[in-house]
């Protein structure tokens, strides 16, 4: 199972989650920030719909595949 961690860190004059060194908004106070990062958490575990992707790799090549619907992450909040 993968695994997603929501980092909260301080971020462009306020505080922000970041994950996989992308950011979210800045938030004003760390308790928002942590709170923004529990609900996106909290949404990765509900399940959706199978259905077929496509995605390009750091290489340029795209690749297609079937994604599960229910298969979901792991997903924790650091910080």
């Known amino acids: 199972m993968t695994k997603i ?14 994950v996989n060194g992308v950011f979210s908004e800045a ?22 719909e199978t259905r077929t992707i496509s995605w390009e790799d750091s290489n340029g090549k795209w690749h297609e595949e079937l994604a599960r619907g229910d298969d979901r992450p792991d997903a924790e909040v650091e910080g």
């Open 5 to 18: 961690v929501y980092r909260i860190v301080e971020h462009d004059g306020g505080w922000a989650y970041q």
């Open 27 to 48: 938030f004003p106070s760390h308790d928002l920030a942590r709170l923004a990062a529990q609900r996106a958490a909290a949404e990765q575990h509900l399940p959706g």
